[in-house]
């Protein structure tokens, strides 16, 4: 699975990337990253399976 287009990071558009991965050990996972590339931000999800209320505080935040 794999999708990409815009989400919001606070008040501007950010480039979306969600994909899955497999892990020898772990299985399917799952990521997510926004880049802001004007502002040299990107925000990468850590944890594998995505939740939810990481999306909230992305889509929240303050860019400067």
Avoid: D
């Avoid at 899955?20 to 040299?40: D, F, M, N, Q, Y």
């Amino acid at each position: 699975m794999s999708e990409s287009g815009f989400r919001p990071v606070g008040e501007r558009s950010a480039e979306f990337r969600l994909w899955t991965s497999t892990c020898p050990t772990r299985g399917l996972e799952v990521h997510r990253a926004w880049v802001l590339p004007i502002s040299k931000i990107a925000i990468y999800e850590q944890v594998a399976e995505g939740h939810p209320e990481n999306v909230s505080v992305v889509s929240m935040a303050e860019v400067r």
